[in-house]
T-cell receptor, first 116, second 115 residues
Framework: GAVVSQHPSRVICKSGTSVKIECRSLDFQATTMFWYRQFPKQSLMLMATSNEGSKATYEQGVEKDKFLINHASLTLSTLTVTSAHPEDSSFYIC????????????FGQGTRLTVV | KNQVEQSPQSLIILEGKNCTLQCNYTVSPFSNLRWYKQDTGRGPVSLTIMTFSENTKSNGRYTATLDADTKQSSLHITASQLSDSASYICVVSGRVAGGGNKLTFGTGTQLKVEL
């Protein structure tokens, strides 16, 4: 299957700072990327969907000013957690899809964010 | 409302034994169903994908079944190994207006294989 690389795999930051997570599709062009959040022992929760070159669509309850998503190219999307607080500590996972009609989405390896 | 429910929530089995995980869904209109394996601290990895017309599909020691009439799926793991310890997530893709697809995730079954 296609490869989606997420970086960093782990990050620890201080409260009030911002953290950027990158998601790259290595061997295909991702017209759509998805960002998920996962709490311990829970399933993935979709935060937002981003299409290349346009604004992200956020799920209900997700603050777009808190979680900034940029999908400026067909191989890179970034999630920036702004003014992070301890409650933002979570496992963040991205996935990428090549074409809209495709249902196959490949997942990155996830980023463990800890805000202290 | 589209939902995917999995059972059991957690399961412990001895190495070498078989097990079956269940997935019930209400997603409509249905596009396909996938089973993923997620190791702790890692992203999900696809095991099988099944469309409406497929009843069973195997991938090594993993065999998935689908009953589209009753909207149920199962994942059978044969001759379990310690490395099978992970969360197994059932994900159903439903068609949405405009030609796209939307994924609905189950909460997963946490499997632990012990010696």
């Amino acid at each position: 299957g296609a490869v989606v690389s997420q970086h960093p795999s782990r990050v620890i930051c201080k409260s009030g700072t911002s953290v950027k997570i990158e998601c790259r599709s290595l061997d295909f062009q991702a017209t759509t990327m998805f960002w998920y959040r996962q709490f311990p022992k829970q399933s993935l929760m979709l935060m937002a969907t981003s299409n290349e070159g346009s604004k992200a669509t956020y799920e209900q309850g997700v603050e777009k000013d808190k979680f900034l998503i940029n999908h400026a190219s067909l191989t890179l999307s970034t999630l920036t957690v702004t003014s992070a607080h301890p409650e933002d500590s979570s496992f963040y996972i991205c996935s990428a899809r090549e074409r809209r009609e495709n249902t196959e989405a490949f997942f990155g390896q996830g980023t463990r964010l800890t805000v202290v | 409302k589209n939902q995917v429910e999995q059972s059991p929530q957690s399961l412990i089995i001895l190495e070498g034994k078989n097990c079956t995980l269940q997935c019930n869904y209400t997603v409509s209109p249905f596009s396909n169903l996938r089973w993923y394996k997620q190791d702790t601290g890692r992203g999900p990895v696809s095991l099988t994908i099944m469309t409406f017309s497929e009843n069973t599909k195997s991938n090594g020691r993993y065999t998935a079944t689908l009953d589209a009439d009753t909207k149920q799926s199962s994942l059978h793991i044969t001759a379990s190994q310690l490395s099978d310890s992970a969360s197994y997530i059932c994900v159903v893709s439903g068609r949405v207006a405009g030609g796209g697809n939307k994924l609905t995730f189950g909460t997963g079954t946490q499997l632990k294989v012990e010696l």
